[in-house]
């Protein structure tokens, strides 16, 4: 069974030095960070920067519990998604992973996590990544 990122340049490969990061954009112009990383910022319209592994952290702005699977996704029910701030200045649309849904809140510390979500048609496993609160381990 293979594996594969649910879309290319994301997030960091499992095996990757710097661990578990989202690839963010990072404007040469006026410094700020994007994510997903973009050709041209989103801010200044600048053509020029770089990739930055960013988010091995971060605390939940907001947070919601989906109980019913949207169209074409096959992981499981519920989840958490949400808002997580980073400490880079982003604030990221992601799906919140947690033993217990119900402790998640406003403002609790989470760490980033790349791990499957799914399987595919050919029976390979997806990776995603995902927030999960953060126990103080590693
Ligand atoms: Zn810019």
């Not at 649910?6 to 095996?15: A, S």
């Not at 410094?31 to 770089?50: D, I, L, M, Q, V």
């Amino acid at each position: 069974m293979a594996t594969r990122p649910i879309h290319e340049g994301l997030f960091t490969k499992p095996d990757d030095p710097r661990g578990a990061a989202l690839l963010a954009g990072r404007c040469g112009a006026c410094g700020r960070h994007h994510f997903p990383a973009a050709e041209t910022c989103p801010y200044c319209s600048a053509e020029t920067g770089s990739v930055e592994a960013v988010g091995a952290t971060g605390r939940i702005f907001l947070h919601t519990v989906v109980q019913t699977a949207p169209p074409g996704y096959t992981g499981p029910v519920p989840y958490g998604f949400g808002l997580v701030d980073l400490p880079e200045g982003l604030r990221v649309v992601t799906r919140l992973a947690a033993a217990d849904l119900d402790a998640l809140e406003s403002g609790l510390r989470v760490r980033l996590e790349i791990a499957p979500l799914c399987t595919d048609e050919e029976g390979n496993e997806i990776l995603s990544w995902a927030y999960r609160p953060d126990d103080g381990a590693a």
